[in-house]
């Protein structure tokens, strides 16, 4: 079966410091990878996906990046943090070539918290 | 910009009664609307999905409903259970974009 995995679970770190958040799936190949950000209380902004190794798309011109540098595995940085760079952060993979390959599943998120 | 509304924002149930979220949307050409169901500090769950070319889909106490023509898609809770406090959001995915559009989120409180 699938895992996907993420840490660190949460994070205090202070303004202007770096970032880098990982994920990684177990259990298929060439996933679909996803970077979300949940502010609290608020709904799912969609910041980045990628299709493949190396292949990034960004959703919103931000103070963040990503990363893929091997097939599963998506990393999540910044070079300096922002006040409004808290919230919950949460890693998502789809298959590809599969019967319900249309679903999306949700890592438990890393808890970011910039003082 | 292509959006999913979702309503209402928050929403009281007795145990046992019939817990109904709402989602539209506005653009005809998508795939796939899948429903999440979240607890506190816990990654989205996905918990019933369905395709535009299906009107209703049941599993357990869960039923979505789609309506095509009027660009609308619920969820039913049945029986609600205080176990079903959580966040639920709808999502779409535009054809083609192997993304999904998400909901604002309906905080559901299922009371004893």
């Known amino acids: 079966s699938q895992t996907i995995h993420q840490w660190p679970a949460t994070l205090v770190q202070p303004v202007g410091s770096p970032l880098s958040l990982e994920c990684t799936v177990e259990?298929?190949?060439?996933?679909?990878l996803y970077w979300y950000r949940q502010a609290a209380g608020r709904g799912l902004q969609l910041l980045f996906y990628s299709v493949g190794i190396g292949q990034i798309s960004s959703e919103v011109p931000q103070n963040l990046s990503a990363s893929r540098p091997q097939d599963r595995q998506f990393i999540l940085s910044s070079k300096k943090l922002l006040l409004s760079d808290s919230g919950f952060y949460l890693c998502?993979?789809?298959?590809?070539?599969?019967?319900?390959?249309?679903?999306?599943?949700f890592g438990p998120g890393t808890r970011l918290t910039v003082t | 910009q292509q959006q999913v509304k979702q309503s209402p924002q928050s929403l009281i149930v007795q145990k046992g009664g019939i817990s109904i979220i709402n989602c539209a949307y506005e653009?005809?050409?998508?795939?796939?609307f899948p429903w999440y169901q979240q607890f506190p500090g816990k990654g989205p769950a996905l918990l019933i999905a369905?395709?535009?070319?299906?009107s209703e889909k049941k599993e357990g106490r869960f039923t979505i409903s789609f309506n095509k023509s009027a660009k609308q898609f619920s969820l039913h809770i049945m029986d609600s259970q205080p176990g079903d406090s959580a966040t639920y959001f709808c999502?779409?995915?535009?054809?083609?974009?192997?993304?999904?559009?998400f909901g604002t989120g309906t905080r559901l409180k299922v009371l004893a």
């Open positions: 999502a779409a995915e535009p054809s083609g974009t192997y993304k999904y559009i």
């Open positions: 998502a993979w789809r298959g590809r070539g599969l019967r319900s390959d249309y679903e999306q599943y």
């Open positions: 259990g298929t190949s060439n996933p679909n």
């Open positions: 653009n005809t050409a998508f795939d796939y």
């Open positions: 369905i395709r535009p070319d299906v």
